[in-house]
C-alpha cells in the first residue's frame, strides 16, 4: 500500500513513520508550516525523510494559519506548562488544523496515486483536540469518500487513534525509532523544557513504556508532580 505520512517531527508522527515504512511502501513524509511558534520540529521531520529515503514535501499555509488566533501554538501566548489533560491546556488548540491539514494531504495522495495518508493522531489528545478523536477520523474518511468519489480511494490511516502515547512509545522501539531525534516540546528552545503538556506527556510515556528517554530536558522532574492525579487510562 502506497502510504503518505503525516510527520511534524514529534515523537508520534515519526514512530508512525518508522511504523509504515516497516509494513507498508512509505512514499513520502509530509509537513505543514502554519505559523507555528517554531519550526524546530520541520527540521526533525526532513531529517526523518533523510533517515528513510523518501521525498519530504513542506506545505506553506501560513496566510491560513494567520487568521487561526487565539492559539499559544501560534500567536504570542505563553504556553501552560502541566499535564495534557489539564483545561489550561486548551490553549495550544489550532481551530480545525488536523481538517486542513488532512484535507490537502487527501488531495495530494489523490494526485500523487497514493493508497493511504497515516496521522498519529493518539488517545492522549482526546481531552482537548476535537479533532483527534475517532469520531471525527471516520467522519473525515466519509466526507474524502465522497470528495474523491469515482476518481480516487484513499483511506486514512490513524493506528494510534485508540492507544496511549506509551503505546506510541513501545511501538516506536519496536520499529527503531530513534527517539533522540524527534522534537515535542511547544516552546522551542535549545532543549525539551519538561514542563509543557507536551514535555510532560513524553516523560511520562517512557516512564509507563519501560523504555529509555534518551530526551535532554531542562526540568526532567516536573513531570512526576505535574502527572499526580492522572492517569493514563483518563488522557
Same mark, same amino acid.
Given at each position: 500500500m502506497k502510504t503518505i505520512v503525516i510527520c511534524s517531527g514529534g515523537l508520534d508522527s515519526v514512530s508512525l513513520a518508522h511504523r509504515v515504512a516497516g509494513e507498508q511502501?512509505?512514499?513520502g513524509l509530509l509537513s505543514f508550516d502554519y505559523g507555528q511558534r517554531h519550526r524546530k520540529e520541520l527540521d526533525y521531520a526532513a531529517a526523518c525523510a533523510i533517515r528513510l529515503g523518501v521525498p519530504h514535501q513542506i506545505i506553506d499555509i501560513r496566510p491560513i494559519g494567520s487568521h487561526l488566533t487565539g492559539s499559544a501554538l501560534t500567536d504570542d501566548i505563553d504556553v501552560p506548562d502541566g499535564h495534557y489533560a489539564e483545561e489550561t491546556m486548551k490553549a495550544t488548540v489550532v481551530p480545525n488544523r488536523n481538517a486542513i491539514m488532512l484535507a490537502i494531504a487527501f488531495g495530494l495522495a489523490a494526485a500523487q496515486k497514493a493508497? *493511504?495518508?497515516?496521522?498519529?493522531?493518539?488517545?492522549g489528545d482526546h481531552f482537548i483536540y476535537p479533532d483527534c478523536r475517532p469520531g471525527f477520523i471516520d467522519a473525515f474518511q466519509a466526507m474524502q469518500d465522497a470528495a474523491l468519489d469515482g476518481y480516487a480511494s484513499v483511506r486514512l490511516q490513524a493506528p494510534y487513534v485508540n492507544a496511549t502515547k506509551a503505546d506510541i512509545v513501545t511501538d516506536g522501539a519496536k520499529?527503531?525509532?530513534?527517539?533522540?531525534?524527534?522534537?515535542s516540546c511547544y516552546k522551542g528552545g535549545a532543549r525539551h523544557c519538561g514542563r509543557c503538556g507536551t514535555c510532560v506527556e513524553r516523560r511520562e510515556a517512557f516512564d509507563?513504556?519501560?523504555?529509555?528517554?534518551?530526551?535532554?530536558y531542562e526540568d526532567a522532574d516536573f513531570w512526576k508532580s505535574a502527572t499526580s492525579g492522572f492517569s *493514563?487510562?483518563?488522557v
Amino acid at each position: 500500500m502506497k502510504t503518505i505520512v503525516i510527520c511534524s517531527g514529534g515523537l508520534d508522527s515519526v514512530s508512525l513513520a518508522h511504523r509504515v515504512a516497516g509494513e507498508q511502501q512509505l512514499i513520502g513524509l509530509l509537513s505543514f508550516d502554519y505559523g507555528q511558534r517554531h519550526r524546530k520540529e520541520l527540521d526533525y521531520a526532513a531529517a526523518c525523510a533523510i533517515r528513510l529515503g523518501v521525498p519530504h514535501q513542506i506545505i506553506d499555509i501560513r496566510p491560513i494559519g494567520s487568521h487561526l488566533t487565539g492559539s499559544a501554538l501560534t500567536d504570542d501566548i505563553d504556553v501552560p506548562d502541566g499535564h495534557y489533560a489539564e483545561e489550561t491546556m486548551k490553549a495550544t488548540v489550532v481551530p480545525n488544523r488536523n481538517a486542513i491539514m488532512l484535507a490537502i494531504a487527501f488531495g495530494l495522495a489523490a494526485a500523487q496515486k497514493a493508497d *493511504a495518508v497515516a496521522v498519529a493522531v493518539h488517545g492522549g489528545d482526546h481531552f482537548i483536540y476535537p479533532d483527534c478523536r475517532p469520531g471525527f477520523i471516520d467522519a473525515f474518511q466519509a466526507m474524502q469518500d465522497a470528495a474523491l468519489d469515482g476518481y480516487a480511494s484513499v483511506r486514512l490511516q490513524a493506528p494510534y487513534v485508540n492507544a496511549t502515547k506509551a503505546d506510541i512509545v513501545t511501538d516506536g522501539a519496536k520499529h527503531r525509532t530513534p527517539f533522540k531525534e524527534t522534537w515535542s516540546c511547544y516552546k522551542g528552545g535549545a532543549r525539551h523544557c519538561g514542563r509543557c503538556g507536551t514535555c510532560v506527556e513524553r516523560r511520562e510515556a517512557f516512564d509507563l513504556a519501560g523504555v529509555e528517554d534518551p530526551t535532554d530536558y531542562e526540568d526532567a522532574d516536573f513531570w512526576k508532580s505535574a502527572t499526580s492525579g492522572f492517569s *493514563a487510562t483518563e488522557v
